[in-house]
């Protein structure tokens, strides 16, 4: 079998990237013949295999482009590399053949999502985020604080000021998003695959009736250790961009509420405001990966605040992995992975008292201890490590080439 997988990026930038990278090196490591094309940068040493060859475009990251006109204009479509990547497919047998499109919103444009679908092969796209329906990605308002209610594409779609950046770089965007909804109408279906359910339902009703649905859980490159022993830690920590919309601020009050102590790893736009309102609150780059698990290791309880509807939270995951009771908001995808008070503790988004209740309730190590030790254990039970996840897309291929090969399953072809 032969797989062509695309992002964006040839280096780690990112957790889509990340899935991209892992699952090529995966793949290959089960005998599938690999080709990984990529627009920016140098390729990682992940991919670095028998099994895998590289194609890389060297087209350059839109937002490093000085020349705003032109930075639009290859955001929206770029030509080059969809008619790269259709001299590229010529070359493979269609019926032995699977393109998979991780990443195009910062090089490729949906350009070469129109490639893949008239290339006649069976291809797919990675649920990493929501720019096949929303031109923001994210399905937020910014402007009102919430998960978005309007229909992607619609008057008042077009008109909300909803785009953190400016109104200029939201009709870019509407402009790209009208060429990914002709592009997904090119030719043959697409298969979505979703990280979670939670995401899948929310991409289905926006999507075309004949797009393929599966889950598969995204790929966790984190080795299998003893547990933490949370009951021995005292801070309670969050991962990820300093911004409003990860719910940092909600965070900082419902912890002077609960009086637990805080610890922030990353940065971002809110940072000066949480250093003024949680002053005994310590703050750390994001690094190295060691680093990170490291703050992991030594929390109490990971937060994930998150106001945005997210298909999937890498770093939550991580810390369920490593045994570290996780406290997520119940819109996003960790809906689907914490069971409230086993595994994790689900809290309202936006909602300080239903966060700071959750907090109380881990600052007692007995009940954090065995939140920890049943979050450890259902993960272990059936990991998404890159063995693991290799072996369930690689499944997913085959059926899409079955599907391909016979119409008969092409039709009975059932959602999941």
Known sequence: MNVVILSDYGHLNGAATKVALLSARGLAELGCAVTYVHAVGRASPLLDHPNIRLHDLTIGDVW????????????????????????????FPPRDTVVHIHQFTRALSPSVLAAAARSGMPWAV??????????TGMYYDDSRGHVCDRQPLSAACALSACDKTSALHKTVRLLRQFAAARALAAGTPMTLVSPSGYGRDMARPFLPADTRHVV????VDIERAPRAQVARNRRFVFLGRLTRDKGVLVLAEAARRAGVELAFVGAGAEEAV???????????????RAEVIGHMDAARAVIFASLLPEPYGMSAVE?????????????????????HGENGLLVEPGDVESLARALTLLKDPATADRIG???WERYWSDPSNPQRHAERIAAVYRSML???RSPDLARAWAPV
């Open 402 to 404: 079955a599907a391909r």
């Open 64 to 91: 490093r482009e000085p020349n705003p006109v032109k930075a639009a204009l290859r955001g929206i479509w770029n030509p080059r590399a969809g008619a790269a990547l259709a001299d590229l497919l010529a070359g």
């Open 319 to 339: 810390a369920i992995a490593r045994g570290v009771p996780l406290v997520a908001t119940a819109t996003g995808a960790m809906a689907d992975t914490v069971v």
């Open 216 to 219: 598969v859980p995204n790929v």
């Open 373 to 375: 030790r049943e979050a």
């Open 126 to 135: 990675t649920l990493h985020d929501y720019f096949l329906m929303c031109p």
């Open 274 to 288: 949480l250093r003024a309102r949680c002053p005994d609150a310590a703050f750390f780059p994001w690094t190295t």
